[in-house]
């Protein structure tokens, strides 16, 4: 039987912060009214809403909407969202659909976590990358096509989190952060843990033996120099 346990988050210093909650561990359990619960994968928008009143962006550009959670904490922000979508037609890795587009303030990026999810049978969705090479290269070319429209001062946010393949474990944000700086793309704060609440896997049984994983990472990126 699990034994429910209470986590003590450890005091954060006082600041100038506009949002004083937005620590390195977002432990927000509730999801908020933004996006579905339905569709899998997606998370709750409180991350957003925090991210967002911190940078304080006017423009906000989501290249994998899934079920709209930016767009509805946009909405209820009132500021300016633009979406794209692979299920829509829209390749965030294809810079043809970042033609047109006004500069944007933030980037908010929630990928697949490469194959961990299959979304559709789209090739050129990331989830049906055929290697972990393949993905992290699309990943690059989005981060590229997503900074061809970033401000001046804009920032880049993604969230992502690691799986295992056949025992390998698949460290999916490190190998992230590694291209975003080999790209020139640098951290703009600390690496955020968000807590995973009410995971599908939370809820199943394994008969083999493994650490569980109960987080992802949200990273933020800016340009160098």
């Known amino acids: ?81 633009t979406n794209m979508d692979i299920k829509l037609g829209q390749d965030a890795a294809d810079p043809a659909c970042y033609q047109g587009l006004e500069p944007v303030d933030f980037v908010w990026m929630h990928p697949p976590y490469w194959k961990m999810i299959r979304y559709n049978e789209d090739p050129n969705c990331l989830s049906n990358a055929e290697s972990l090479g393949a993905f992290l290269d699309r990943m690059v070319l989005v981060m590229n096509n997503c900074r061809s429209v970033l401000s001046q001062h804009g920032k880049i946010a993604i969230l992502i ?51 569980p994983g109960l987080h992802d990472t949200c990273m933020v990126f800016e340009e160098i120099g």
């Not at 590694?178 to 793309?185: N, P, R």
Request: glycine letters at 10%.
């Open 1 to 81: 039987m699990t034994t429910l346990q209470t986590v003590q988050l450890p005091a954060a210093p006082i600041n100038g912060s506009p949002v004083p909650h937005l620590t390195s561990i977002h432990a927000e359990a509730r999801r908020g009214p933004y996006g579905s619960s339905r569709y899998r994968g997606n998370c709750g928008g409180y991350l957003i809403r925090d991210l967002i009143k911190y940078y304080s962006p006017k423009h906000i550009l989501d290249p994998m909407m899934g079920s709209g959670t930016c767009q509805d904490v946009c909405r209820e922000l009132r500021l300016k969202c």
């Open 161 to 211: 989190g690691g799986f295992s393949v056949r025992g390998r474990y698949q460290p999916l944000s490190q190998l992230i952060m590694a291209k975003a700086i080999e790209i020139g793309l640098w951290p703009a704060t600390t690496e955020i843990i968000r807590f995973q609440h009410s995971n599908t896997s939370s809820r199943r049984t394994y008969q083999s033996s493994f650490i």
